[in-house]
């Protein structure tokens, strides 16, 4: 429409204005999505938070990922057009529980998921993604017990991708993948048979999901777990006629863009994180207007996050 062109194009004038470079995850309204510079996953989003020559980082997706890139680029300016934007995966470990735990095991590796907050990021040796969480694993020696959080889910695919047996796994939960439940794909495979199949690890299906293909009920080349990056690649190389995609349904508006030969149907079309569309094409405009929601992490807790943050970055490069 009309007026999301104008919007766009203010939006666009203001960044360079500002030497801003606009960053969007892939669960983010369909409008941001598209006048963002770049738009990914988080590990993605990172790098290119890593490595910008642009003065400022307006970023459009949550508070962790803000602060991620700020912990990154410190030097910077990074900018959340709303401050409230959580996550309730990263509210599910606070800095001082992780703390309780390592006590309980002293010697073990922390890995935390990058959706935590700075302060549990400090008390983390290496951080992953839901793109890179076997490497990170498969990267620490086999004697070493591993403490994973805060997500379930994904410790329990990366348990069971890497057959590591000396892990320990947070109980956190993302509530959007969650309610992602085993018998919603139940209904929607039996709907759209011939459907292929693509899962975010943080997921609550996840198990059910590969467990089917185990028993031989759904076939290995049709179904895989993915980040939310990995789907956007797959998406773009399938020939399937049908997609079932189990994640935040913000997704499917990057999938359909890189495929317009394939149906995507959302697992659950419930599934959508209220924190991702606080970030409104109103509050993008308002932010490079003003430059609210500067993100500050203090010095000692963001060179501590750092180490983490920049150990994962490494692996895979
Ligand atoms: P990825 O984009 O890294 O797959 O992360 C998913 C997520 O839950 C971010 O909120
Ligand atoms: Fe957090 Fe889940 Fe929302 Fe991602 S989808 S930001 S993990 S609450």
Not at 200 to 209: A, F, K, Y
Request: net charge negative; proline share 4%.
């Amino acid at each position: 429409p009309a007026q999301y062109e104008e919007w766009a194009a203010e939006v666009r004038r203001l960044a360079d204005e500002r030497g801003a470079v606009v960053l969007a995850h892939n669960y983010q309204v369909p409008e941001i999505q598209d006048v963002a510079h770049h738009t990914g996953d988080s590990l993605y989003l990172s790098r290119v938070a890593a490595q910008t020559d642009a003065r400022e980082i307006v970023f459009c997706g949550v508070h962790f990922m803000a602060e991620t890139a700020k912990i990154l680029s410190p030097s910077k300016t990074v900018l959340l057009p709303d401050l409230d934007a959580g996550c309730s995966l990263a509210d599910s470990i606070t800095a001082e529980q992780l703390r309780e735990w390592k006590a309980e095991h002293p010697g073990a590796v922390v890995v935390s998921y990058v959706n935590t907050t700075a302060a549990v990021k400090a008390e983390t040796d290496i951080c992953c993604t839901s793109s890179n969480a076997a490497d990170v694993v498969r990267s620490i020696p086999e004697d070493r017990e591993i403490l994973f959080c805060p997500d379930q889910f994904l410790g329990a695919h990366v348990k069971r991708v890497t057959g590591r047996e000396n892990i320990r796994i947070w109980a956190g939960e993302c509530h959007v993948h969650a309610g992602i439940s085993p018998s919603d794909v139940r209904s929607q495979i039996a709907a759209h048979p011939d459907a292929e199949i693509l899962v975010h690890p943080e997921c609550g299906c996840t198990t059910s999901v590969l467990d089917l293909v185990s028993n031989g009920d759904l076939p290995a080349d049709r179904t895989r777990v993915l980040s939310t990056g990995g789907m956007a690649e797959a998406a773009a190389a399938t020939t399937a006629k049908q997609v079932l995609v189990a994640t935040e349904v913000g997704i499917l508006h990057q999938l359909r863009a890189l495929n317009s030969g394939t149906q995507f149907i959302p697992m659950n079309d419930r599934a959508a994180c209220r924190y991702m569309k606080m970030i409104t094409p109103a509050k993008l405009l308002r932010t490079l207007q003003t430059g609210y929601g500067a993100i500050e992490v203090p010095d000692e807790t963001a060179a501590k996050a750092r180490r983490a943050v920049e150990a994962m970055i490494a692996i895979g490069e």
